[in-house]
């Protein structure tokens, strides 16, 4: 008889916020154990209503569409809130779900509060701008090359 094999294929390990600049960003730090395409959904809860920020599972509300903005890292989502302000603070949650994980969604919750926020560190501005920093390092041989030209 085969068996069905049922085992968690992501985990989320950590929530936290932190300023960043005037935005705010929320990393959601998980364990995957699959190669499995990850869906995700940050979304807040204030005032007793749940408010979808940035989802690839569903649809997002229109007042976070043109300010929300999630890019992706190996075991890290991260969102990025523009112009963040004392109205946008509530309970964020983040969710996360494999494709063909039938254990269910992973979900983890932080309360915001922006006067309680830190900023972010340092680390966390190369995280955003990796593309740009990747960029300026695969230059350098480049600049290099046209120096010597230049002599």
């Not at 085969?2 to 935005?23: E, F, N, T, Y």
Request: proline letters at 2%; one cysteine or more.
């Amino acid at each position: 008889l085969p068996v069905l094999q049922a085992a968690h294929c992501q985990m989320i390990k950590d929530l936290s916020a932190c300023l960043l600049g005037q935005g705010l960003r929320v990393d959601c730090r998980y364990e995957n154990k699959t190669s499995n395409p990850l869906t995700y959904e940050f979304s807040i809860t204030k005032d007793n209503r749940k408010h979808v920020i940035h989802s690839t599972i569903s649809v997002s509300e229109n007042i976070y569409r043109s300010r929300a903005n999630v890019t992706m890292h190996k075991n890290l989502v991260c969102l990025y809130l523009q112009s963040f302000t004392t109205s946008d603070e509530g309970v964020y949650m983040c969710e996360l779900k494999a494709t063909n994980d039938y254990t269910g969604n992973q979900i983890k919750n932080i309360t915001v509060i922006k006067d309680k926020l830190e900023k972010c560190a340092g680390f966390s501005l190369l995280i955003q701008n990796t593309s740009w920093l990747l960029l300026l390092l695969l230059s350098l041989p480049l600049l290099q090359a046209v120096d010597f030209v230049s002599l």
